[in-house]
T-cell receptor, first 114, second 111 residues
């Protein structure tokens, strides 16, 4: 009964391919996120959705397209993969705007573009 | 969100208290101090947060100075499993929980 689950855990693909990472949360949260952790270990937010609506988009190339079919799912599709996209991608979820809550993160998807 | 400054690394002996400092001198009155940790490339894990009063939970204690310009996370009896990168984050509670991660402190617990 994992709270935030991502699939796949590892993804190795060639440059130019299109790939998707899936994320699901069973915490009843209404807000979900994608973060990217690069080789230097810096964690940066990419997107956030609240009730299926995009609310944060942090200067991410438009090759990255998040999709939220419902509140419990936030998928990340990446077109025309580049070497620089290699990173660990973390999905997270939380409640919207409540004080005494925190963000829960998935275990990460390690994407390697060769 | 205000910027935070943390030492890049610290060591602590197993069983001792680990005290991790964080400076946030530009913190605003409505900004909270949050702590997360990341154990060996796993997803970040929430530890604790506070506004101005000291806070304690089953994982740690958070001590915030009276002027709120700095804080200390205390792990009272550190174990080897507490070896991780610890992030101090300052943010306003509104809407989405956009977390701005700095470099954090790499805490190593030694046997």
């Amino acid at each position: 009964d994992t709270a935030v689950s991502q699939t796949p855990k590892y993804l190795v693909t060639q440059m130019g391919n299109d790939k998707s990472i899936k994320c699901e949360q069973n915490l009843g949260h209404d807000t979900m996120y994608w973060y990217k952790q690069d080789s230097k270990k810096f964690l940066k937010i990419m997107f956030s959705y609240n009730n299926k609506e995009l609310i944060i988009n942090e200067t991410v190339p438009n090759r990255f397209s998040p999709k939220s079919p419902d509140k419990a799912h936030l998928n990340l599709h990446i077109n025309s993969l580049e070497l620089g996209d290699s990173a660990v991608y973390f999905c997270a979820s939380s409640h919207w705007g409540q004080v005494n809550t925190e963000a829960f993160f998935g275990q990460g998807t390690r994407l390697t573009v060769v | 969100d205000a910027k935070t400054t943390q030492p890049p690394s610290m060591d602590c002996a197993e069983g001792r208290a680990a005290n991790l400092p964080c400076n946030h001198s530009t913190i605003s009155g409505n900004e909270y101090v949050y702590w997360y940790r990341q154990i060996h490339s796993q997803g970040p894990q929430y530890i604790i947060h506070g506004l101005k009063n000291n806070e304690t939970n089953e994982m740690a204690s958070l001590i915030i100075t009276e002027d709120r310009k700095s804080s200390t996370l205390i792990l009272p009896h550190a174990t080897l499993r507490d070896t991780a990168v610890y992030y101090c984050i300052v943010r306003v509670i509104q809407g989405a929980q956009k977390l701005v991660f700095g470099q954090g402190t790499r805490l190593t617990i030694n046997p």
